[in-house]
C-alpha cells in the first residue's frame, strides 16, 4: 500500500509560481514511480510530470515543458512539482500517484493517489 498526501496548492496571480509537494509513505512505494495529473472542471484527467524515485529520470507533458519541474527528495519521501509562469489553464485540482510506468501516462495506468490539491491561476 502507498500512501500521498498532497500539499502547497491555492490562488496565484499568472505569472506567478507555486511549489506543490507531495508525502509518500508505505513499505514499497519507492518501487514506483511519482507523478501529478490534475483535473480542471469538466475536462478528464490528464498527465503532468512524472520521475522515477531510483534515477531520477523526469517526463513531462508539452503543456508543462519548460515552465514546470518535478523533483523527489528521497531522505524525505516527498516529491515535489515547481511551477512557474503560471497561466490561467493551468487552473485545475493536482493529484499525485504512484505508477509503475516508464515515461507518459494515462490516468488510468496509476495504481495510487492522493487527496488532490487545489491550484487556481487568475489573469
Known amino acids: 500500500q502507498v500512501h500521498l498526501v498532497e500539499s502547497g496548492g491555492g490562488l496565484v496571480q499568472a505569472g506567478g509560481s507555486l511549489r506543490l509537494s507531495c508525502a509518500a509513505s508505505?513499505?514499497?512505494?519507492?518501487?514506483?514511480?511519482a507523478a501529478w495529473f490534475r483535473q480542471a472542471p469538466g475536462k478528464e484527467r490528464e498527465f503532468v510530470a512524472t520521475?522515477?524515485?531510483?534515477?531520477?529520470?523526469?517526463y513531462y507533458a508539452d503543456s508543462v515543458k519548460g515552465r514546470f519541474t518535478i523533483s523527489s527528495d528521497r531522505d524525505q519521501n516527498t516529491v515535489y512539482l515547481q511551477m512557474n509562469s503560471l497561466k490561467p489553464e493551468d487552473t485545475a485540482v493536482y493529484y499525485c500517484?504512484?505508477?509503475?510506468?516508464?515515461?507518459?501516462?494515462?490516468?488510468?495506468?496509476?495504481?495510487?493517489w492522493g487527496q488532490g490539491t487545489q491550484v487556481t491561476v487568475s489573469s
Open positions: 508505505g513499505r514499497t512505494f519507492k518501487s514506483y514511480g
Open positions: 500517484a504512484a505508477h509503475k510506468i516508464i515515461g507518459v501516462l494515462p490516468a488510468s495506468r496509476a495504481e495510487y
Open positions: 520521475i522515477s524515485w531510483s534515477i531520477g529520470r523526469t
